[in-house]
Structures are given as C-alpha cells and as structure tokens.
C-alpha cells in the first residue's frame, strides 16, 4: 500500500494561493490523497485556491474523486471569514463536481458556511472507512473544536485538522466548541495504536510540519495535565 499511496502536504501561501495574503496568514494545510495506481485523489480541506489544488493533481497525474472537510470553519473549507469571501468547496465543485464527505453532525454546518447543496455532501459516522482506489481513509469523529470535527487515519498518518496541533490544539470557545469534547478527543487521539505520524491543519509549529504521535503526546501542553478536572480548569 506504502508503493500506491498518494499523500501530498500542501500549505496555503506557499505551494497554493501564492500571493494571497489570507492564505499566507492563515497558514492552512490542505492535503491530497491518493492512488497512485488508479489515479484517484481526494482533497482535505481544499480552501483559497481551487484552480491551484487542481493545478497540482493533474501535474501528478491525479484526478479528483472527492473532497474530505475537517471542520466546516471558512479557512478550512470556504465562506466569509472577518469580512472576507474565502474560495473552497463549492469553488473545487464549480470545476470538479465531487462529493464531499463530513461527519454527520457537521453536515449542517458546511451547507450553511459553504453553500453547497445536501445532495453535494455524504455525511458519516465515526469509523466509517472512505476508499480512494485501494487507499482506505479511517473517519475520525473528533468533537471539541467544532461539534462535528473530524481527523483522517491513512497508512500510520493522522490528518488531524484543528483538533491536535503539534504544539496545543483547536480552540473550544467558539460556537459549537466544547473543551470536555475536546479532552476527550484528546485522549482517543493518544491512545491510537502504532504510533502514526501527526499532520495538523495549520502550519504553526515551525519549522516541524508534522511529527510522530509519541512525540506529540510527550511534547504539547495538552497532554501534560494530569485529568479532565485539571484540563478544564486550564482550558475551559
């Protein structure tokens, strides 16, 4: 699977919406996965730049078969953000028509911020499996930041959106967040077996763009409070 396995780490500012001085302050990652045998791909959080994105996966030899949306906030998957009017999903629809897999308690969310239809989205449990060729993509459900966020578990990597940075994690005190949710999402997260390697949503740790689960845990303040009590105390 390693041989097939597509998996590109793109950061805003940078390798896409070159230029943009929202995508470069925002430093978000979107992620390409794929099949490297079948030539299908899908995009994480395809946010600021759609012709970009799909720039880069017809360069690879990809084509897009879907989109996956960590969370429905606009830096993430499209919408007006502080007064401004952020490209995304429904940008990436308007060129590539594709469905787009969220957690089902995030549904209502994405339709709401990004305007896309029902129709575009397939909403999942926690642990449903998304196939990209022969790639399987295990759904996360990881509420805390957002009540429908959600990371992505593919071949010992761990896509995990803004729910665990390498250093902190998402804020819980927007709408929808929740600091008990997010602890325990914390945990689950900590607890995954194999040690995979962590990819954040955000490039805000440099110059580490990702790192070893174990090393996360043994490093980020998240998890050096003893219990829930402690972290709520902390971080409520």
């Given at each position: 699977m390693a041989d097939r396995l597509y998996f590109?780490?793109?950061?805003?500012?940078r390798d896409f919406a070159v230029g943009d001085p929202i995508a470069t302050q925002m430093v978000n990652?979107?992620?390409a996965i794929g099949d490297r045998e079948t030539g299908e791909a899908v995009l994480v959080d395809p946010a600021y730049a759609?012709?970009?994105?799909?720039?880069?996966?017809?360069?690879?030899?990809?084509?897009l078969v879907g989109m996956l949306a960590t969370h429905h906030h606009p830096d993430h998957v499209g919408g007006s953000?502080?007064?401004?009017?952020?490209?995304?999903?429904?940008?990436?629809?308007?060129?590539?028509?594709?469905?787009?897999?969220?957690?089902?308690?995030?549904a209502e969310f994405v339709r709401r911020v990004t305007g896309v239809s029902d129709s575009d989205l397939v909403s999942h449990d926690h642990d449903d499996t998304v196939d990209v060729g022969a790639v399987p993509i295990r759904l996360l459900h990881?509420?805390?930041?957002?009540?429908?966020?959600?990371c992505f578990l593919v071949d010992g990597r761990l896509v995990a959106g803004d729910t665990l940075f390498l250093d902190g994690c998402g804020r819980t005190d927007f709408p929808g967040?929740?600091?008990?949710?997010?602890?325990?999402s914390l945990q689950r997260l900590a607890a995954l077996p194999d040690n995979p390697v962590v990819y954040p949503g955000h490039f805000y740790s440099p110059p580490r763009d990702s790192a070893a689960l174990s090393d996360v845990t043994a490093t980020n303040i998240v998890y050096r409070l003893r219990d829930q009590q402690q972290w709520l105390r902390a971080f409520g």
């Open positions: 590109r780490q793109l950061l805003s500012g990652f979107c992620y759609a012709d970009d994105l799909l720039g880069i996966l017809e360069a690879d030899g990809m084509r953000m502080m007064g401004f009017s952020l490209a995304g999903i429904m940008d990436v629809l308007a060129k590539a028509p594709a469905p787009v897999h969220v957690h089902k308690n995030e990881t509420p805390g930041h957002t009540p429908g966020s959600q967040g929740s600091p008990a949710e997010m602890y325990d």
